[in-house]
């Protein structure tokens, strides 16, 4: 987990074998973010990553997606 000024990030490493329903489950948690994404990381395995904005709109408006890299 990083601290930024304006966000929270949260990464952490995906197994190389997972199952439909764990895959459905990260899904799930990544989509309630602001930010979401899945990476190669350094040592080459996989990165799931998600940035939640600190002062987020109260409104409904806000479209969440994948396409931002912090």
Same mark, same amino acid.
């Given at each position: 987990?990083?601290?930024?000024?304006?966000?929270?990030?949260i990464e952490?490493?995906?197994?190389?074998?997972? !199952?439909a *329903?764990s895959?459905q489950?990260?899904? =799930?948690?990544?989509?309630? @973010?602001?930010?979401? %994404?899945?990476? &190669?990381s !350094?040592? *080459?395995?996989?990165?799931?990553?998600? =940035?939640?904005?600190?002062? @987020?709109p109260?409104? %409904?408006d806000? &479209?969440r997606?994948?396409?931002?890299?912090?």
């Amino acid at each position: 987990m990083t601290d930024h000024d304006d966000h929270t990030r949260i990464e952490m490493e995906v197994a190389d074998s997972v !199952s439909a *329903g764990s895959w459905q489950e990260l899904l =799930a948690v990544l989509e309630a @973010a602001d930010w979401f %994404g899945l990476a &190669v990381s !350094s040592a *080459g395995g996989r990165l799931a990553w998600a =940035a939640i904005r600190r002062n @987020a709109p109260v409104t %409904g408006d806000t &479209v969440r997606g994948h396409t931002h890299q912090l």
